[in-house]
Nanobody, 120 residues
């Protein structure tokens, strides 16, 4: 069994920063693409940022230049550095990964989410 656990969410003021972390645990053989999504109340879940195993990244237009996704393959972790936060960044942030387990089965795995609230 594979799990993703996010941490680092919280309440900040507009203009401040937060760093989210996501740790994969369990029967992990390899993590391929890893992503951060977010979902605000009343909205659909949207892709925020993605990183391949080789470190290639892409971002939603709304966060380009403010957010940075990175990963540590040795630690099975992915991070999201969020700078210059805005009220509209308020959402539950979810970690997602394409996981290959030690059984060689593939899983599209999600974390439980972490709340980010930005006040003005």
């Amino acid at each position: 069994q594979v799990q993703l656990v996010e941490s680092g969410g919280g309440l900040v003021q507009a203009g401040e920063y937060l760093t989210l972390s996501c740790a994969a645990s369990g029967s992990v053989l390899r993590l391929n693409d890893m992503r951060w999504y977010r979902q605000a109340p009343g909205n659909q879940r949207e892709l925020v940022a993605a990183v391949t195993r080789d470190g290639n990244t892409n971002y939603a237009d709304s966060v380009k230049g403010r957010f940075t996704i990175s990963r540590d393959n040795g630690k099975n972790m992915v991070y999201l550095q969020m700078n210059s936060l805005r009220r509209e960044d308020t959402a539950v942030y979810y970690c997602n990964a394409d996981v290959i387990a030690t059984t060689f089965r593939h899983f599209d795995t999600w974390g439980q989410g972490t709340q980010v609230t930005v006040s003005s």
